[in-house]
């Protein structure tokens, strides 16, 4: 299927010292970029006048990514804004290249990666912080350790291929030695490229002792033909196949017919932090002079229908969803 190449959304095409353009990795139908749209303008002032630019990344072949990234920058050499978020790792990854020399301030938000290298990398006129994105990985292996049995203590995670996917699992090797030291859990770390391997890996879980999936991030998958699958399809099979309990690190994979539950982390924080950051600026802040920031502390989410259904009481500190 061929999916349309972008998609931009201009709130006002005027241009003023209090205009901001968002470069999103990904695109307005994705879950997380709704939710950090939302709590980004939810901390803006009324005055600010905001434009998007879709790179529509989870979509479209990852050769195209540079070619998507250049249409973003004619599109930036348009709008001239005051101030650039750049929402996730692929917007950060292709084009802080290109801005860097820019008399800009630049807010990146949703990102995995250190993002030291590349800013010691590129230094030029623009001024850059933001917010980094960090799954609550040992929380969420806490919590769900305190509802298996102690005789069932393999987990198993699960992520596309995508770039996000591999910074994330990276991140998460560093700390599943301690986590199988301390909380006495094996962990299996997958990431799948094909929808027969997401669908055998879930299959298969219970006769190879995997006692609960992770559902990590699971945009990316192709079917036989190469092409994308829809991410809400990828869930909602794998919630009518899956024979153990499914648990998440990001909001949108948390619900009715999804995953029970997680210690997850929630897109419009990412975006209220973000539009923080940008209101301090507009204030008269240098960027640069606001100190990179981890991103707010999710919570502990369950969905009560979703936990019956696996026999789980969810742990004390639970929020309903």
Not at 85 to 105: F, T, W
Not at 108 to 126: C, D, T, W
Not at 134 to 146: C, E, H, N, R, Y
Not at 147 to 158: E, F, L
């Amino acid at each position: 299927m061929k999916f349309l190449v972008f998609v931009l959304s201009l709130i006002s095409f005027s241009v003023s010292s209090s205009s901001v353009l968002v470069i999103e990795s990904y695109h307005s139908e994705y879950d997380w970029d709704k939710s950090y749209i939302q709590g980004l303008e939810s901390s803006l002032s009324s005055d600010v006048e905001l434009a998007t630019f879709q790179m529509d990344t989870k979509r479209i072949p990852e050769n195209e990514y540079e070619k998507m990234a250049d249409e973003a920058y004619q599109y930036y050499q348009k709008v001239r804004p005051s101030i650039v978020v750049l929402g996730d790792d692929n917007a950060l990854r292709y084009m802080y290249p290109k801005l860097y020399d820019e008399p800009i301030s630049i807010v990146f938000l949703g990102v995995n990666s250190n993002p030291r290298s590349l800013l010691n990398k590129y230094q030029g006129a623009a001024s850059v912080t933001g917010v980094l994105e960090q799954p609550l990985f040992v929380k969420t292996m806490a919590d769900i350790g305190s509802m298996i049995a102690d005789d069932k203590r393999k987990i198993r995670i699960m992520f596309d291929s995508g770039i996000t996917s591999q910074i994330a699992i990276d991140y998460m090797k560093t700390q599943t030695q301690s986590i199988s030291n301390n909380l006495n859990i094996e962990i299996e770390l997958l990431a799948l490229e094909t929808l027969e391997q997401w669908h055998h890996s879930v299959e298969n879980s219970a006769r190879e002792e995997v006692s609960a999936i992770v559902v990590g991030l699971y945009h990316t998958i192709v079917d036989k033909q190469g092409s994308s699958v829809l991410a809400d399809e990828v869930l909602r099979w794998t919630n009518q196949h899956s024979t153990v309990p499914l648990f998440g690190f990001w909001d949108f994979s948390i619900g009715g017919g999804k995953a029970a539950g997680g210690v997850v982390l929630f897109g419009e924080l990412q975006g209220q932090q973000a539009g923080e950051l940008v209101m301090r600026i507009l204030g008269g802040e240098l960027a640069s002079m606001i100190p990179i920031q981890i991103g707010r502390k999710g919570r502990a989410v369950y969905h009560p229908a979703e936990m019956k259904r696996w026999g789980l009481t969810p742990p004390i500190h639970w929020n309903p969803m």
